[in-house]
């Protein structure tokens, strides 16, 4: 890195929750080899299926209020608290175990699995028992429109202005935890390099298949690597 860092955006994704033990998606043994992302994780599979999708959704979020942050969950809140530039987290993960780590800035841009939303009325409010086809929407009342508040495949992700305002004036960018798979978040790091402004870092497990377009990579356990990397920077200020 070079010159002074004043503006840091830092995308995580399942890879920095897998050692609180939530599952991650492409991984041997990830939820997408066990379950059918056509069929869980899309609008058309809510219509086909609604009692599946929120049996899926529903045993989720238990394992989401029974897990805790880890080490790296906060790391990433120390060097917020630290920072004194502009910072942004935005995650492509729907647990909540950023804001438990206590992070404040955090985007998320597949949406909260502990939030629920109307398909009627889009009223959002906190979500954190089962949900079935016949919850009613506390705010319009109708039944069968409840949903978990995350964005499924084929519908917009969230944020994405605050988002590519960020990435506009960052320079510095971490990847975290994420194979780079999944568009827009796989994009980021490709745009960030079209506009050879921002040092660019992936923090994983192994070398994603989108490696080389970083300008550097640390390897290894999200709960090793980032509190390290995290106290070199801030070593730095
Ligand atoms: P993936 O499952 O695609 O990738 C997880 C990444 O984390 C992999 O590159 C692993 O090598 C890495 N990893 C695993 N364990 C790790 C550890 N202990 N420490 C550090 N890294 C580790 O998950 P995402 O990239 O987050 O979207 O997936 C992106 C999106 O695809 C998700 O948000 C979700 C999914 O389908 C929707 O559901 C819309």
Not at 11 to 20: C, F, H, N, P, Q
Not at 70 to 93: I, K, P, Y
Not at 169 to 181: E, K, R, V
Request: charged share 25%; glycine share 10%.
């Amino acid at each position: 890195m070079t010159g002074k860092t004043r503006s840091i955006v830092i995308l995580t994704g399942a890879g920095i929750s897998a050692e609180s033990g939530l599952g991650t998606f492409r991984d041997k043994d990830g939820l997408w080899t066990k379950y059918d992302l056509s069929e869980v994780a899309t609008p058309e599979g809510f219509s086909r299926n609604p009692v599946l999708v929120h049996d899926f959704y529903n045993a989720r979020r238990k394992n989401l209020i029974e897990a805790l942050p880890n080490a790296a969950h906060a790391a990433l809140a120390r060097l917020e608290q630290s920072w004194e530039g502009d910072f942004l987290l935005v995650t492509q993960n729907v647990d909540d175990l950023h804001e438990r780590a206590g992070s404040k800035r955090v985007l998320h841009m597949h949406g909260e699995l502990r939030k629920a939303r109307c398909g009627m009325c889009e009223h959002v409010c906190a979500w954190d028992g089962d949900m079935g086809i016949a919850t009613a929407c506390p705010s319009c009342g109708i039944r069968q429109a409840m949903r978990p508040h995350v964005v499924w495949f084929g519908e917009m992700p969230l944020y994405m202005d605050e988002i590519y305002a960020a990435l506009d004036s960052c320079d510095l960018f971490l990847s975290i935890g994420t194979s780079g798979q999944v568009y827009p978040a796989a994009g980021f790091v490709a745009e960030l390099r079209r506009a050879g402004r921002a040092h660019t870092v992936e923090l994983n497990l192994e070398r994603s298949d989108g490696h080389t377009l970083f300008a550097e990579g640390r390897y290894g356990p999200a709960t090793q690597v980032v509190p390290d990397y995290v106290e070199e920077l801030l070593r730095r200020l």
